[in-house]
């Protein structure tokens, strides 16, 4: 890593944040344990390395729900955009979490002598074609793999040397794993569980994960609805007052191409609303210190050019805006990244 990128520069948001991060954590694995101690029935008191097997693996799939709730809440409700600045930890904390879940059941088999059970169970073909009694651990391998690629690119340093748009398709099979993870403990706990509790927990998780992803593609789509161009290949945006000031109003081209429509005072600009970093949406950021700021990390372009201040260089395609009738418009072709196109309103 020796082409310019250096390691984070940690910040009291980022100190905060980790120390939250941290302390929830821990929090969450203690209370489980304690609480699951507490309320065991009498004779069926579980071992510490039970415990711990299942605090570790429950704490992970939480924290991945959370995870992939972020995105759309942060997309139904800007003031949650906070949120997203720092995902990443959250990310590669889930993956430690979800590690040392995957290291203490390896462990509960060696500390009874049984590693060549563990070793049987997943290379037995016969355990594969049955429903009741599948084995569900290369479930659980197969999650943590795609966890341990995201968490190994997670750095910047591959994301330039990727692309961002490899970078994310590498990245998307965390819904894959999520799924994975689904089946792991509906497969595996729910055989030999049979609280209502398991089922309701995992259902009511799940699909509200799901929900917020419908919630936010329809959201979407009524934005990609937008008006046509007219033969000239001018979109309508609306009355300058009709973009909120230090913000943008996203419209979609033909294609499904959005361009985010900013304000800052009087001057009004259009950029493409991915950002250069990690193709996140410019646009439901905001301007601070007189540039676009992208909401997941905080990358930041000026309005009139696209271009990051130095001594970055990233650049976004700009698009050409107008006032006609009292009323923004933005053409729907792109120019070259960095090409100033803005302009300032008459008061």
Same mark, same amino acid.
């Given at each position: 890593?020796?082409t310019g990128?250096?390691?984070?520069?940690?910040?009291?948001?980022?100190?905060?944040?980790?120390?939250?991060?941290?302390?929830?954590?821990?929090?969450?694995?203690?209370g489980?344990?304690?609480?699951?101690r507490?309320?065991?029935?009498?004779?069926?008191?579980?071992?510490?390395?039970?415990?711990r097997?299942?605090a570790? #693996?429950?704490?992970a *799939?939480f924290?991945?729900s959370l995870? %992939? /709730?972020i995105?759309p809440?942060a997309?139904?409700?800007p003031?949650l955009?906070?949120?997203l600045?720092?995902?990443?930890?959250f990310g590669?904390f !889930?993956?430690?979490i979800a590690?040392?879940?995957?290291y203490?059941?390896?462990?509960? *088999?060696?500390l009874r002598?049984?590693l060549?059970?563990?070793? #049987?169970e997943i290379?037995?073909?016969a355990?594969?074609?049955?429903?009741i009694?599948?084995?569900i651990?290369?479930l659980?391998?197969v999650?943590l793999?795609?966890? *341990?690629?995201?968490?190994?690119?997670?750095?910047?340093y591959? %994301?330039?040397?990727?692309?961002?748009?490899?970078w994310?398709?590498?990245?998307?099979?965390v819904?894959? /794993?999520y799924? %994975?993870?689904i089946?792991?403990?509906?497969?595996g706990?729910?055989?030999?569980?049979?609280?209502p509790?398991?089922?309701l927990?995992?259902g009511?998780t799940?699909?509200?994960?799901?929900l917020?992803?419908?919630?936010?593609?329809?959201?979407e789509?009524?934005?990609d !609805?937008?008006?046509?161009?007219?033969?000239?290949?001018?979109?309508?945006?609306g009355?300058?007052?009709s973009?909120s000031d230090?913000?943008?109003k996203?419209?979609? /081209?033909p294609?499904?191409?959005?361009?985010?429509? *900013?304000?800052?005072?009087?001057?009004?600009?259009?950029?493409?609303?991915?950002? !250069?970093h990690?193709?996140g949406p410019v646009g439901?950021g905001e301007?601070?210190?007189?540039?676009?700021?992208?909401?997941?990390?905080g990358?930041?372009?000026?309005?009139?050019?696209g271009?990051?201040?130095?001594?970055?260089?990233?650049?976004?395609?700009?698009?050409r805006?107008?006032?006609?009738?009292?009323?923004?418009e933005?053409?729907?072709?792109?120019?070259?990244?960095?090409?100033p !196109?803005?302009l300032?309103v008459?008061?």
């Amino acid at each position: 890593m020796s082409t310019g990128f250096q390691a984070v520069q940690w910040n009291r948001a980022k100190i905060v944040y980790d120390i939250t991060l941290a302390a929830g954590v821990t929090l969450y694995i203690g209370g489980y344990m304690a609480l699951a101690r507490a309320l065991a029935a009498p004779g069926k008191m579980p071992g510490w390395d039970d415990l711990r097997i299942q605090a570790f #693996g429950s704490c992970a *799939f939480f924290m991945i729900s959370l995870i %992939l /709730a972020i995105g759309p809440l942060a997309r139904l409700n800007p003031r949650l955009l906070p949120l997203l600045y720092n995902r990443r930890h959250f990310g590669l904390f !889930a993956f430690c979490i979800a590690a040392m879940h995957g290291y203490f059941v390896v462990d509960w *088999f060696a500390l009874r002598g049984a590693l060549p059970d563990f070793w #049987g169970e997943i290379t037995t073909a016969a355990n594969y074609s049955k429903f009741i009694g599948i084995t569900i651990k290369p479930l659980g391998m197969v999650a943590l793999l795609i966890f *341990f690629v995201m968490a190994a690119t997670s750095h910047d340093y591959w %994301l330039s040397v990727l692309t961002p748009p490899f970078w994310k398709a590498l990245h998307m099979p965390v819904y894959a /794993a999520y799924g %994975l993870i689904i089946m792991h403990v509906a497969l595996g706990l729910m055989q030999h569980d049979y609280s209502p509790a398991i089922p309701l927990i995992l259902g009511a998780t799940s699909g509200l994960v799901a929900l917020l992803h419908i919630l936010s593609g329809l959201k979407e789509r009524t934005t990609d !609805a937008g008006l046509a161009p007219d033969q000239d290949g001018w979109i309508a945006v609306g009355p300058p007052d009709s973009i909120s000031d230090k913000r943008a109003k996203i419209v979609a /081209a033909p294609g499904g191409e959005r361009i985010a429509v *900013f304000r800052d005072g009087a001057r009004i600009g259009a950029v493409s609303n991915l950002c !250069a970093h990690q193709n996140g949406p410019v646009g439901e950021g905001e301007i601070i210190d007189g540039c676009i700021t992208c909401p997941w990390h905080g990358w930041q372009y000026r309005l009139e050019d696209g271009r990051s201040p130095p001594p970055f260089k990233e650049e976004l395609a700009t698009y050409r805006v107008r006032l006609r009738e009292g009323r923004i418009e933005v053409h729907a072709e792109p120019l070259p990244p960095g090409t100033p !196109a803005s302009l300032v309103v008459p008061a």
